[in-house]
């Protein structure tokens, strides 16, 4: 092939109505090259297949692990989070004894505490502690002003969170186990 300048090769590829014979037959050499350095689809098809199952497969086990469980200052900033938003009730009941036949979609048995301020209709209402199903119940209390408890059942997901009082988004929750059920407690005056 002689050395000619880029602008006579240019001027001679657009001139030609069609590719010529020696551009055709280095063409298909170049072809049947790649062919042959390169697996053959079919070979190759299942194989990435599996790869992408085996990659779902540890994605899906290794990302609960890797977000890891709820920590106590997570729990309570969720805490925090729902009694601000205050959302209207799904149910108004008396007492918790009557919780569970009134929102029967909640996995655990609702508790009744001595903790927890009497005198109040139960504004009750489904909610997410934790990443578990949970109850989210406010009361009106004359001594703490509005109070919001969380119950949900312990679980082996919340078995980092700690009891105690711990501050989340400036206000206090305190959190505490009883007969299965995690509570969790927050007032806002």
Known sequence: MTRKPLDDHLRDHFAEPEPSPELLERLTRMAVLRDDAAPSRGRR???LAAAALAACVLAW??????????TTASVAQEIVRNHLKAEEAEVVLASFAEV????????????DSARLARGSAVRAKYCSLGGQVALQAALDTAEAGRTTVYQTR???????????????LGLDVELWR????????VASP
């Open 45 to 47: 098809g299942p194989l």
């Open 61 to 70: 086990f290794a990302l609960p692990l890797a977000g890891g469980a709820p």
């Open 100 to 111: 569970n036949a009134a929102l029967p979609r909640l996995d655990f048995t609702v508790r």
């Open 154 to 168: 312990e679980s082996e997901r919340l078995a980092n969170v700690e009891a105690g009082t711990v501050s989340a």
């Open 178 to 185: 009883e007969q299965g059920v995690l509570f969790g407690r």
